[in-house]
């Protein structure tokens, strides 16, 4: 589905308010959210797209024309679903930058109490427009690199999470020495 931002930002607030809306009602909550919010080109745009429809009896002839806003736009199937997709995605990414920073977190705490491992985190590999092949590993100074846990995958980095939570202090305890007590 290629949309601008406008067009997307404006399926993403129908999809939010259950699938329908009343634009005609300016202090309806997508006032100041978005741009051409009453504007019946961004309408009739997403109605020849297949994305809205509007179930009252206005052509889009009548509805390039004028400023006579519909009393109602709903998505359609293929829009409901485009948008379902969409929000998986989205809880993926966030419960993946989720990791990512808890991940980031332990590293910086082992790193105050190893600081003779050096650890790091990060990746190697590419993420391109055509795939992910990177792989996530928390480095070390003492050649040692511990992951490969493949791409932005929330459930590689959940387990990459897991595992550095359970086993890298110990390990750290026995390559490094000293307590294994957490601070």
Known sequence: MELDTTQFN???????????LDPSKPERIFNGHIDGKNNPYLWNFLVRKG?????????????WSSTVFPSLVELTDEAKKAMSEFCKREELE????????????????????????????????NYERWGD?????????????????????PK????????????????????????????
């Open 10 to 20: 404006y399926l993403k607030l129908v999809w939010q308010n259950g699938g329908t």
């Open 51 to 63: 994305l809205l429809s509007t179930p009252d009896e206005m052509t889009r002839e009548r509805l």
């Open 94 to 125: 966030r419960k993946s930058m989720e990791y990512y920073y808890k991940i980031h977190a332990l590293v910086e705490e082992l790193n105050v109490k190893f600081p003779e491992a050096g650890l790091s985190f990060g990746y190697i590999g």
């Open 133 to 153: 092949d990177t792989s996530w590993y928390i480095f070390s100074n003492l050649n040692h690199r511990w992951g490969g846990y493949p791409g932005a995958n």
């Open 156 to 183: 590689s980095m959940e387990k990459m999470y897991n595992w550095a939570w359970m086993e890298l202090e110990t390990r750290l305890t026995n390559i490094c020495g000293g307590s294994n007590e957490r601070a």
